[in-house]
């Protein structure tokens, strides 16, 4: 079977809309377009809608397929924070996969409610041998995002900042984000979206409707396709989000297509407390 390439994270942050983005087998045609729909050419962040309600108290768990096989588990969480939203992501390798390539990565970031910039994001990775603390802070008032990233093997540390745009979005925030907009068929949104490296363009376009299976139940879902625009992401794969077609636009299944294989995570439980 080999080395699995680092999948949890490596599907975690396709799916969130940054740079890896391709699935091994195509989905089915997409609909046509709704007559009028708008497509955003300019690449920005919009506040949330009249109305719009964040789903505090919320727990999104998946289990992660990789050849037919389970991989491990993921988690996506928000929390009210003062007067910040909070998003928790996790993602675990499980049963061989832990063997082969052990996985434990965790995701904390945090974003303006009222605007949907964000604020700031701390990850911490462990990969096989790799054992890295990183934390992303965004200085609109600079116009930088301040990377600061230490080595928790040699203890080596780097700090780096780069140029971004008066707000942007991260990893984590950005599939947020995506279910924020109205999502009808026809329409493609283009945001900026940061890792603390160069700023990337991704434009998702919403392709069509369908109806889905996972361990969670049945569900009529919108299929979106976001990819990389320009910056580091573009053409290194794809990426496809199934979000739930009503309201609350659940992210009910996500797939990566990537040059070493496919990775889907499908939603297995909601919890709310």
Not at 13 to 23: H, K, Q
Not at 24 to 37: E, V
Not at 66 to 92: C, K, M, N, P
Not at 246 to 271: C, F, I, K, N, Y
């Amino acid at each position: 079977m080999g080395r699995p390439s680092p999948t949890i994270r490596a599907v975690l942050v396709a799916l969130l809309v940054s740079a890896v983005l391709t699935g091994q087998t195509q989905p089915p045609q997409a609909s046509g377009p709704t007559p009028g729909a708008v497509i955003e050419s300019e690449s920005r962040i919009s506040p949330p809608p009249p109305g719009y309600a964040f789903a505090n108290g919320q727990t999104l768990s998946y289990d992660v397929e990789w050849r037919l096989l389970t991989a491990g588990t993921a988690t996506l969480r928000l929390d009210a924070s003062g007067d910040e939203e909070r998003i928790t992501a996790s993602g675990d390798s499980t049963g061989v996969f832990s063997v082969l390539y052990p996985v434990h990565d965790r995701f904390d970031a945090r974003l303006d409610p009222r605007t949907f910039c964000s604020a700031r994001i701390t990850k911490h990775t462990e990969e096989g041998f790799r054992r890295l603390d990183t934390s992303i802070r965004f200085d609109y008032a600079r116009r930088q995002s301040v990377l600061q990233e230490k080595n928790l093997k040699t203890g080596a540390s780097k700090q780096d900042e780069n140029e971004i745009p008066g707000c942007g979005t991260d990893v984590v925030s950005g599939i947020l984000y995506l279910g924020s907009r109205p999502l009808q068929v026809g329409q493609t949104y283009t945001f900026p979206l940061n890792n603390g490296g160069k700023t990337s363009d991704v434009r998702a376009r919403v392709e069509g409707r369908e109806e889905i299976k996972t361990p969670a139940g049945a569900f009529h879902t919108v299929r979106v396709q976001p990819e990389a625009a320009s910056g580091g992401g573009k053409s290194k794969g794809r990426l496809w989000i199934w979000y739930s077609d009503d309201a609350s636009h659940v992210p009910v299944q996500m797939r990566a297509r990537l040059w070493w294989g496919t990775l889907t995570l499908r939603l297995t439980r909601v919890e709310k407390k």
